[in-house]
């Protein structure tokens, strides 16, 4: 039976197809192998119409015309912007259809895709092949059946067992419905409580300080941002707090209790009671496997779906993509939950491939890097890879490595801004495990450029030799990603030791008591500096007296060669200055004159954020 034809698809007439959605199968002129489609006729349904699903979907239709594809979604929307929403709220985005990136109507008309949104799955029948669903505005239900089934359920905001958590005002944020609440709410308040500083928290936080509240960021433990690194993450902190907001790390919210004249109070671990008019609660999502978990499909341990490199679930008709499913780490190759929009694209357009029999050997799911980027009021933060302290739960100790600062292009054409860039390599072979780079401007462009080359099994060589873009307005000759390779290159070539800042205080390490990794570095550092290692400052006499590491001697660069005899030969030599450029200049001259000597990685760029993280300042 034919229901319809493929000039009608190409016309855009919806009406057979609509038919054939409603029981009836779509067998339209079959395309064969050579036109490029994948002679197959199977009834695929999606469950979750946004990133992970609304991908799937277009993705199976650009290489089967013949499957029928039906996609369920339990909102009203689908294919919107969640990424967007906080931007929405802050007024930036201004009108709502923006978010919109494709309708049920597009679907179907540019892909012949059946939309059912407002539509709940509620079971899955692994042996029927069949789902039941719930239409929400009849509350009907119905069986569907399919040959092949994705579930791109994405994952649900937690919401912490906090005393109070249900009162009205306090909000999470994941669909279009959350954000026109929160917009509602924004409108007439003018304090907030932010629950989490972690990507989304913080761009949250920016959006309401943008629509003029006074925002109080609340995090548990004593960084923003942990994906980064804690010296990294002082940098945002000093930010966030230079733009206004009010943050209190190691600080938890113990209950809410509902203010008499309106709004909650925010009752925290400090002690404090924090009258607002709303609180936001961004402490992370959980994979939303229900269906899955009812079904019988194999889970792992941290709680999303298993799933193979075309993202095959352990029901060979049944797939998983996005947020719901665990991935490996490319680095680590431990399972991991990676709530990012990009994998679940990618992981739907694999899923699609692996349904209608396109899938190639060798061209699957790589793993996940964790590429991501984010920007708080200025300041633009990016990460690709594996943290230092994701390193070090892995077990992983074989590592090294380099801090830098330099601008995002040459200092003589105006502008330039800096970006500190942290590079984490293996220091068996240079393999790159992960970056992360901080700044107002060229951020995103140097984490992109080392993204793929991590992901292509790269070296700090690579990055060191890469050919990249010049001219005055974008980069410099030496561009941040070739400089980061090169300090590193030449630390494993032995051209240039480096010291860290924690290497310092190992010398020293007599304490070890609760306070943070960071505060404990800064007070052994200031306790006794120097009793290991001369700490040489090659910076100016004015940059010296403006600040200094205590114990430290000044020698500026310029007159190192002249005063080298005031240098012990005996004890080793750590260079200091601003960001590290001179004191390499430095290690190279005292190493040729025979002298034991390292340059303090990152120079009183990363001593500083160290020194102002603000768990310190506690
Ligand atoms: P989703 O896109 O969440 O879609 C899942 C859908 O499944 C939901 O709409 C849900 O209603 C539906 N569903 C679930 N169960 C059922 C059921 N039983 N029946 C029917 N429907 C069901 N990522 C980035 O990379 N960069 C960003 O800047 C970024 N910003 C974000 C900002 C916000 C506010 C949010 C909420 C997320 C952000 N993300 C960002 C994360 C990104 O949006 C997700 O990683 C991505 O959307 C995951 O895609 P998914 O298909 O797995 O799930």
């Known amino acids: ?282 402490v992370g999502v959980r994979p939303e496997t229900t269906l899955a978990e009812h079904a019988g499909l194999t889970l792992g341990r941290l709680g999303g779906i298993r799933v193979d490199e075309f993202m095959q679930t352990s029901d060979p008709a049944i797939w998983a993509v996005g947020d719901v499913v665990e991935v490996r780490n490319v680095v680590t190759d431990e399972w991991q939950l990676v709530p990012l929009a990009g994998p679940a694209n990618r992981q739907g357009r694999l899923a699609a491939a692996g349904i209608v029999g396109a899938a190639k050997s060798g061209c699957g799911y790589r793993g996940v890097q964790g590429t991501s980027v984010c920007q708080v009021f200025d300041l633009t933060i990016a990460a690709t890879g594996v943290s230092e302290k994701g390193l070090k739960a892995a077990g992983i100790d074989d590592y090294e490595k380099v801090y830098l600062h330099p601008g995002n292009h040459v200092g003589y054409y105006p502008g330039a801004k800096p970006i500190h860039i942290k590079l984490l390599y293996d220091t068996t072979d240079g393999a790159i495990l992960g970056a992360q780079a901080l700044g107002e401007a060229g951020v995103a462009r140097r984490i992109d450029v080392i993204s793929m080359a991590l992901q292509m099994g790269g070296t700090v060589y690579d990055l060191e030799e890469a050919e990249l873009c010049y001219a005055p307005q974008f980069g410099a000759t030496k561009d941040p990603v070739n400089l980061a390779g090169m300090i590193a290159a030449n630390h494993l070539r032995g051209d240039h030791p480096l010291a860290k800042w924690e290497e310092l205080v190992d010398a020293h390490a007599q304490v070890v008591d609760d306070q943070s990794e960071a505060a404990r570095l800064l007070s052994l550092i200031l306790r006794d500096p120097a009793a290991e290692a001369q700490i040489v400052d090659v910076r100016s006499a004015t940059e010296f007296e403006a600040k200094h590491i205590p114990g430290a001697k000044n020698i500026p660069l310029e007159q190192l060669r002249e005063r080298l005899s005031e240098l012990s030969s005996e004890r080793e030599i750590w260079v200091v200055c601003g960001v590290g450029l001179r004191a390499y200049n430095a290690t190279r001259i005292l190493l040729q004159y025979g002298f034991k000597v390292k340059n303090l990685s990152g120079g009183m760029q990363t001593y500083d954020s160290i020194e102002e993280t603000p768990s310190n300042k506690a």
């Open 1 to 282: 039976m034919q229901r319809t034809t493929l000039a009608a698809v190409n016309g855009g007439e919806t009406g057979s197809f609509l038919a054939s959605y409603f029981g009836l199968y779509y067998y339209a002129q079959t395309p064969t192998n050579h036109r490029g489609g994948y002679m197959t006729a199977k009834r695929i349904l999606i469950v979750g119409g946004v990133a992970g699903g609304g991908a799937c979907a277009a993705r199976a239709r650009r290489l089967c015309e013949t499957c029928e594809i039906v996609m369920f979604e339990r909102g009203a929307f689908v294919s919107f912007a969640n990424c967007g929403l906080p931007y929405f709220i802050g007024d930036v985005i201004v009108e709502e259809e923006k978010l919109l990136v494709a309708t049920p109507q597009l679907f179907r008309d540019r892909f012949r895709i059946e939309v059912c949104t407002e539509t709940e799955v509620l079971r899955i029948d692994r042996d029927r092949k069949t789902i039941a669903v719930r239409d929400l505005q009849s509350g009907k239900e119905r069986d569907e059946p399919y040959d092949a089934l994705v579930l791109s359920t994405g994952a649900r905001a937690v919401r912490p067992a906090i005393p109070g958590i249900d009162l009205p005002g306090i909000y999470v944020l994941r669909t279009i419905p959350d954000s026109r609440d929160i917009r509602r709410v924004v409108a007439n308040a003018s304090r907030a409580v932010v629950i989490g500083a972690g990507y989304l928290g913080l761009e949250l936080a920016e959006n309401l300080v943008r629509r003029g509240l006074a925002v109080t960021v609340v995090e548990a433990s004593d960084q923003v941002m942990p994906t980064l690194d804690r010296e990294m993450a002082a940098f945002v902190a000093k930010h966030l707090e230079a733009n206004g907001l009010d943050l209190r790390l190691n600080c938890r919210v113990e209950r809410f209790t509902e203010a008499a004249e309106g709004g909650v109070i925010a009752s925290l671990s400090s002690g404090e009671d924090l009258p607002v008019d709303s609180a936001m609660i961004c």
